[in-house]
């Protein structure tokens, strides 16, 4: 089974009636998609009867990526709300429980920096990671090439699958030591996670610049490019069962219609807005 879905779902305009209210675009997303990344718990973990009313909102079927606070991946630079790990880790299970207990928890996604490399204290960092979340499945994306050079590359696999990590395969710019390249390899028979982030070259290193994040995820993918997925998905559907494909591309506003154009090419149903009928016009020769 391939899904496909975006990350956030409150600032994809086109795909709402206009008006639509903040409080009832997540029910209209789910008319369009069937996944999405929720990217709010990254900046705090979010209460469980939040979550609750998120599953509730949501038709059957329909499937959650969860990104952990910020902390707990290391992005943190200022003071954490929490006093210790322990109570960190609880409060994020708590949050995740209504979506798990609801059968709509696809994975926690824990992305890591471009500064988590490949070294022993952060192998040891991720098996601890593991252990903390026993119970929820977990997927993880690496942002450092260490991890996929030809000397660790099957290492990291190898030890993913140990694990059992839901493997998070990105298309991102090829930047330097912060991105990392695709690799086309199922880490569990369950799932698999693709991560669409664009290929803004330029953008993709600029984080000291004030506005980052809206540079980074700037871009438009062209049909060829998005061609290019359409096998690469077989790959990755052949040796798990569920793929879900996330578009992070969203500063543009071009992540929807991108979507929209890769559910064509493999063939999923794609649902568009009514389109309002035109004004009758008025046939001057039948009077």
Known sequence: MIVVGLAGWGDHDSLYVPGTA??????????????????SSFYAVQPPDRMARYAAETPDGFGFVVKPYQAITGHLRGKSYYDNDDDMYRAFRESLDPVMSAGKLIAALFQYPPWFDCTKDNVRLLRETKKRMEGFPCALEFRHQSWFAPEFREKTLAFMRDEDWIHSVCDEPQAGDGSIPIILEATTPEYTIVRMHGRNVGGWNQNGAPNWREVRYLYDYSEDELLEWKDRISRLASQSAKVGIIFNNNSGGHAAGNAKQLMRMLGLPVYELPVDNPPEQLDLFNL
């Open 22 to 39: 903040a409080k009832d675009k997540l029910r209209a997303y789910g008319s369009h998609f069937s996944i999405v990344e929720l990217d």
